[in-house]
Structures are given as structure tokens and as C-alpha cells.
């Protein structure tokens, strides 16, 4: 931090930080990939494309078992691509539930006609693994669960571990939505079981926006020909021909991919899922740390707490505007994030992209001087 209090801070690539779940910050050599062209049958491009699909194969531990089915498109994409291709027509989704992203997968459904059912929990809390277990036993029609790894809407931790267990037990399949997840968090297909896992090219790989891509068991994905109610978002029809051409079936994002490939060298240099998300962890820490010696409370009590996202309670002190302090911090060159809770009056700091230690550090000492300004004395939240 520089001792003009106020300088405006930049990325690298002079940008300002995003303190965000996604899109987030990247490095300058992940941005720099995308200075080229390529040609969607450019063997060179195949060859990249070929490798990021190991690659991501690589973190699962999946080589074996599962293939990789990479798709145009936001996370939400892979998201209802995933559940429209694995869940048959016939078939029942048992959602767990405790965010927002848990209601997006229910309105998928009700869109593609899918039997569906919730098992519903307030934010601030993980979903219950023996509820499952007793709903398991009783909801014989159930013939898959959904549950989200990081609900990105808090940033609470769900047992994806003692899910898959349950599930397992019953015989029944496990979709996981690691979106906020993956490459921080581990979901390592040999010691979680589970049918496919979707994920997405702009958060914990650090890769820019513009595709996500579904880790499918390959037994299962034999299975769902026909299944998709959509063109675009069948995954079997996306790997089938991938397979066979090695290209995808319609206009590739080749500098999105080109990006990712970087990314996740970048990923892989720093020692993996444990290096990322050591970093990650630090990041919350710090961020955490500094927040509640400003006054600051967090939705969530630390061992709930994932490293991706903080859910602060908004300060009660009249003086405290979060238009303001979002303005403010924006100016100086920090993007924060609003709340999306329906329990209590919030905003996220995200901890995850291109960001250090010092970089986490810098930002608290923006936040605090910004408090300053705007006479904000007291963080303190009655709600929390
Ligand atoms: C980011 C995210 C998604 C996908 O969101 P998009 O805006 O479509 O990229 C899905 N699930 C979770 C948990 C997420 O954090």
C-alpha cells in the first residue's frame, strides 16, 4: 500500500480488484493467451483443447472413470446441461437446498418437466445428511440428489463428503454443483463418489468467463442418450461428438479455452487443489481476521465458513450506506459484492482469483480508511 491514502489500487493488468464470486481477477499471462486466433479445426487448438479436458480430468482424479464434457456458456449452463442430460425423463431429483443456487436447479427443472423435489435449509446453515438419509429411505422414486459443494450465496461449506456417502448407500446417483468450488476445494472422484461434478472456467481455475464443463462417470453418460430436452445443452451429444472429431459441435470460445489452458498451468505450478486453495484459505483468513477487528460480523461461524466468500452483516450504524461504501470502495479501486440473503441485510467479499496476501491486506486498509470517510464508527450488526 502506497502512503497516499488515496491512491487507486490496480491489478497487475491495472485493473481494479474484483473482490467478487466471478468473474474474477486473472493474471496478466492468462489474459495475454487470448492475443491470438485460432481456427476451431487449427490442430493446435485441438491439441489445447484436448489437454484442458485432461487436464481438468487430472483434479478429480478421474482419468479412469469419468470424461470431460466442456460447454459454451456460463456456470449456470453446465449447471441445467447436467441436470437436463442426467436426469431422465422418468427420473426424480431430490434437491438439497440452501441458497440460491439450490432454487436455480429447481427452477431448472420445472422448465425441463423433471420430477423434483427440495430439502430445504436456511442460509447460514449446511444441508442435513441424515435427513437425506431418512428421505432416502423413504422416497423410493427419488433416482437423483443435487447438492451444491460452496452455496456461493453465503459462502457456507456443504458435507459433499457425507452426501455422497448417503447417496451412495442408497444407490442412487449424486450431482454436484462445485461451481464456486473447484480446483480450491477437493472433490476427488476416487474418495467422494458421485455421477458427474460441473464446474466453470472463471472462478477457482482463475480462467476468464465463457464456458463451464460437466466430469461425468463415463457408465453414467453412456446411459443418457436422448435424455436432453435441448440441442445445445446435451452433454452426451457434446461428447459423442467430441469424441469422434475432436472439436465441438458448434463455435468453440477458442480464446476462452486458450486462457484456461494457461490457467490452468498457473493452477497446477502452484501446487494444485492443496496450493490454491492454501492460498484461498490464507486470503479468507486475513480477511476475516481484519474484518471483525474493524467491528464487522459474519454471517457464518468459521468452520461453515468456505474459503471462496465472506458474507458480512451490514453495520447498523446509520452512517453505514452500502451503495456508498460499494461506490467508494469502487473508486479506489475495489469491487465488492452485495448480498444476496434472505435471512438478514448482508454484502461478500470474495477471497478467490489473482490476489495475495498482500493484496487482501491492502484492501482492509482501503476499507478501513473508507469507514473513515464516510463516519462510519461502529460495524457492529444488531442482526447478527
Ligand atoms: C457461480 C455459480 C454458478 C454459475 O453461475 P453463472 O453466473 O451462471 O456462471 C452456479 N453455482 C454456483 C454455486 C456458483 O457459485
Redesign the pocket.
Known sequence: MSDKTSAVATSPSGDPWLLT??PLTTSVTTKEAMLHDFGSRDKKFIEINRRVRSSLLNIINGQDDFVCVPLQG????S?EAMLGTLVPRDGKLLILVNGA?GHRMAKICKYYNRANEIMEYPEDQPVSISDLDAKLNEDKDITHVAV?????TSGVLNPIAGVAEIVEKHGRSLLI?S??AFGALPVDSTKIRYDAVAA?S??CLEGV?GM?FVLIRRSALEKAEGNAPSLVLDLYDQWVQMEKTDQWRFTPPTHCIVAFDQAIREFEEEGGVDGRGGRYASNCKILVDGMRALGFQTLLPDHLQAPIIVTFHKPTDPKFDFQDFYDRLAERGYLIYPGKLTVADSFRVGCIGRMGNDDIRDALVVIKETLNEMGVTNCASAAA
Open positions: 464470486p466471478g456460463s456456470g449456470t449452463f449447471v443456487y451444491i459443494h460452496c452455496e456461493t454443483d461451481m464456486s466453470s472463471n472462478k468467463p463451464g
